[in-house]
């Protein structure tokens, strides 16, 4: 099976893509293109996915590179192939041409960002908690100060509010850092409210100046043959469950 790689028009130039599962060789609930190291799945068949990846970017496969993702703000300003173990951070950004930046998500919103004129681009990993500590404003804040005058951000397929049920103290950590945040929670069962992450997203980007920014509205809980789920693999007690990549190079 070939790869399945989405991509966005307003990323115009930039060599990009949000992976799905499909056209990998992992198998079991990784079956597809699983592109987690930290994964328990088979290194072999993580190695051969990435290099699907790779070849598909038009990069060597240690040109295509992700991070140890925390849940983190933090940002890499990557200028060459880093060697040693991955950097615990959640986001990239670079000026040079032939790296392929990556993030790893199974629900958390995959961002790539690029201004095609200036030569910057970025990556990150911006799930609740990322977001809400400021991922994709640093990252913003590391393009610009690499010349990004004028970027597009693009956050790929995620968990949308139909699937994503949360408990009132997620409410209210969003209410007490702004009571405008109430606008991305409505109603569940009982006591649960259900939270729209990528138009949280898309607001944080917009009010830190993206001239443009989408959702792909590709839903990874919803659409099991496209994409993995974390949060899926719970709601089924699975062992583990299998990354999504999305990259962009220049």
Sequence with gaps: MTLEIL?????????????TRRGGASSGVFEGLNCGPGSSDQSEAVAINRARVAKAMQVEPEALLTLHQVHSADVIHV??????PRPR???MVTTTPGLALGALSADCQPVLFGDAKAGVIGAAH??????LNGVLEATLHAMTDLGARDI?????????????????????????????????????????????????????????????AEWTRHCTYSD??????????????????????????L
Excluded: C
Aim: aromatic letters at 14%; hydrophobic letters at 40%; a negative charge.
């Design 7 to 19: 991509t966005s028009d307003a990323l115009g130039d930039l060599r990009h893509g949000f992976f």
């Design 79 to 84: 200028r060459e192939i880093p060697i040693g």
């Design 89 to 91: 951070a959640d986001a």
């Design 126 to 131: 911006a799930g609740w908690k990322g977001a």
């Design 152 to 212: 597009v951000a693009v956050i790929g397929p995620a968990i949308s509010q139909r699937a994503y049920e949360v408990g009132p103290e997620f409410f209210d950590m969003f209410y007490a850092d702004d009571a405008d945040n109430a606008r991305f929670f409505t109603n569940g069962e009982g006591d649960r409210y259900l939270f729209d992450l990528p138009s949280y997203g898309l607001h944080r980007l917009r009010s830190a100046g993206v001239a443009h």
């Design 224 to 249: 099991e043959d496209r994409f993995y789920s974390y949060r899926r693999s719970l709601h089924r007690k699975e062992a583990d469950y299998g990354r999504l990549i999305a990259s962009i190079r």
